[in-house]
């Protein structure tokens, strides 16, 4: 080589275009952040699907069939503005039913979903406010499930997202949809539920209790007999365990005991005064109407398929259910099947026996008094032995069903749970079959939109507030036909105003007769102008009236402090309506889209 450089060494070194050079791709990567909001985006997503129909015109439309309730939580909804706003009492209102009034601890005000929500109502009105209500409360729910089983009782993922798809759109919750805010918004039970059990191994339990008692006392204010359920539910859950497996009692029950016991304490000194106000303040009643304590599910309800479903048939659900409000069982053939499949196959496992002892149970009680099959009465329930038990005789029975789907919920998330930790060959397959049994048990009772009918605008004459001309602080506005249960029309003039005017009668519960500690019914004390305009909208036929009758109907007016009477034009019968109103109190005035009888010089105490 003779001292020659090596071939190549005397060259410079080759240059390298960096902007040509390959960038690694970034995968996209499923973090657990990531994933939880996917399927919080999935939950609202649906949610927004079921009440897409209300959200085209939540003024203008209501839910089908019975209009009623979302009138009154819309009434409650408005008195929540005037607690923030000017202070009102919380728990009692002369707004409605005047001068009687009406104890809204006794009808579920839900302040603790109006309070937070008083911007939203008064920048958009109850009615959006209520329909926002309603898909939080379903997306909510479902929501606040997964992450706790997500947390803390499943691995797979799509085990949490199965449990908790069906806590928030279980046919029972697309019932409620329609008419019930405060029970679908269950979005605080699954962690009342993880906090029960951390009592039960909790070092801290003092603090757990406290803890504890923080979200009873929020649920409180959302549904009591929703937080009844789930006191109860907890509470045959833990016995089931302890029967089966009876060491684990002594490790568990002082923490328990000093935990609930702290909870018992600062729950009950933050509600003492509303329970008073509740069980023994103005307007209070006990029990419930006698209609209701028999309201039962039919055994074939938990065959069938809920109205607001894919597979559902209001026809079909006319006997299984009190009513369309009340559809609380309605898993439909496959998933009942499906469920008991579950228990069968994962039936070592001292939990799913726990929660079939508890699901059945409660499915036992909400069949109600009377036990039937296909609307054929077969025998006396368990139900009648316990429905005058203080508490339970203002309890729904078929709203036990509730309890039940969420046991099949979570039943649900532990058989896909399982599925997906085997480890043998066959696990695709296994897999396969789980996500197709899925398919097909929730597929039939998929949530649809919930079916809706218009209802009238709330007359010009009050949002344009012609009324305030009449109508003084101690006086009322009188709806024609007066409010009542099947008339809640008047109920959303006020709220529309934000109560700024009292009204007679409405929807509500009190007690018989006006009598604190009676009985409750549906509606204050009977009303002869309230029953006599009620038959007249009804028929359309106008009645002759005698001089008896007038006196009669005027001592009513001048008990309700009446400044004005108002019939909108476009009120059904409202011709009828109108030639008995001026039989009455004499002949009224057309101004805007109303007919007005100023009737202050009749209803003048002083007169």
Known sequence: MNGAPPVGLDEAPPTVDVAAAPTPVRRFRWTRRRRDLAVYALFLLAALWVTSRIWLDPAGRVAALYSSDPAQVQFFLAHSVRVVLHGDFPFYTDQFNYPDGVNLMANTAILALGIPMVPVTLLFGPAVTFVVLVTLGLAGTAAAWYHVLSRHLVRAPLAAAVGGWFCGFAPAML??????PNIISQFLLPFIVWRVLVLTRSRRPVRDGLLLAVLVTVQAFVNEEILLFTALACGVFLLAVVVQEPARLASAWRPLAIGLSSCAVLAG??????????????MAYHGLSDAVPDYGNDIAAFFAQGSPTLGGNQRANVNLAPNYSEENAFFGWSLALLAIGVVGWLRREPVVRALAATGVLFAVLSLGERISW????????????????????????TRFGMITSVVVALLLALAVDRAWALRHAERRTVRTLTVAGLVLALLPIAPMPLPVVSRPPVPDFITADRWRAYVGPDQTLVPIPVPSMGNTNGMRWAAATNLDFKIPGGYFLAPRNA???????FGGRPSGVGQLLEEVATTGRTPQLDDRERRRSLDELRHWRAAILVLPLRQPNAEPLRRTVEQLVGPGRQ???????????????TA
């Open 591 to 605: 101004e805007l889209d109303v007919w007005v009888w100023d009737v202050r010089a009749l209803t003048d105490r």
């Open 515 to 521: 009598t604190t500690g009676d009985p409750g019914r």
């Open 269 to 282: 000194a933050l509600l003492a005064y509303p329970l008073y106000v509740q069980f023994a303040g103005p």
């Open 175 to 180: 019932s409620h949809a329609s008419w019930h």
């Open 374 to 397: 296909w609307d054929r009465e077969l025998f006396p329930g368990p139900w009648e032995l316990l429905v005058k038990l203080p508490l339970l005789d203002a309890v729904v029975p």
